[in-house]
């Protein structure tokens, strides 16, 4: 079974640019929820995607956008960086409709705006 | 008030200790309860899984939720420091909602 996995591994970015993260699912699963974690602090919820939609979102601003494809791979994209956007932002997938909430997590991007 | 407080710590005990740790949650409408282990740079790793209250076993992990209380707890039997690193809950209405972690405790165990 092939876990979740995520790239790149490091960004760094300048204030204002805007940054692509990227995501493949674990296999067999057809959920995908983005997460940022600051340093020190537990992971927030971003949003989910299920069926190339947007399914629920948590407390971000709509430059925080996303894509989910047909493969069930799925990219974050955040326009107009801030400083505070730095963070470790994590993947996690689950299969909608038999234990939605087991979500599994990939190593993360850690990005970084200067 | 957080929706989840959880202790950042640092807890140190020695190898071999039954470790504690706990958080506390305000939503009485939350259903499910995770616990995830989080290493150092990398990204967090499902170890427990519970719906609604009751005690879970996994070898040495026990999960346990009161949702009369609003709090749920993790036990680690026989610690190694192999487990030292950082313990985070996580908690969920279900559905499209996102879970909702709190801090996390970061765990050493001296060997």
């Known amino acids: 079974e092939t876990g979740v996995t995520q790239s790149p591994t490091h960004l760094i970015k300048t204030r204002g640019q805007q940054v692509t993260l990227r995501c493949s699912s674990q296999?067999?699963?057809?959920?995908v929820s983005w997460y940022q974690q600051a340093l020190g602090q537990g992971p927030q919820f971003i949003f989910q995607?299920?069926?190339?939609?947007?399914?629920g979102r948590g407390n971000f601003p709509p430059r925080f956008s996303g894509l989910q494809f047909p493969n069930y791979s799925s990219e974050l994209n955040v326009n107009a960086l801030e400083l505070d956007d730095s963070a470790l932002y994590l993947c996690?997938?689950?299969?909608?409709?038999?234990?939605?909430?087991?979500?599994?997590f990939g190593p993360g991007t850690r990005l970084l705006v200067l | 008030q957080k929706e989840v407080e959880q202790d950042p710590g640092p807890l140190s005990v020695p190898e071999g200790a039954i470790v504690s740790l706990n958080c506390t949650y305000s939503?009485?409408?939350?259903?499910?309860f995770m616990w995830y282990r989080q290493y150092s740079r990398k990204g967090p790793e499902l170890l427990m899984y519970?719906?609604?209250?009751g005690n879970k076993e996994d070898g040495r992990f026990t999960a346990q939720v009161d949702k009369s209380s609003k709090y749920i707890s993790l036990f680690i039997r026989d610690s190694q420091p192999s487990d030292s690193a950082t313990y985070l809950c996580?908690?969920?209405?279900?559905?499209?909602?996102?879970?909702?972690f709190g801090k996390g405790t970061h765990l050493i165990i001296q060997p």
């Open positions: 296999s067999g699963h057809n959920t």
């Open positions: 995607y299920y069926r190339e939609e947007e399914n």
């Open positions: 519970t719906y609604s209250s």
């Open positions: 939503n009485s409408a939350f259903q499910y």
């Open positions: 996580a908690i969920s209405l279900g559905g499209a909602d996102g879970l909702t």
């Open positions: 996690a997938s689950s299969l909608l409709g038999r234990g939605q909430e087991t979500q599994y």
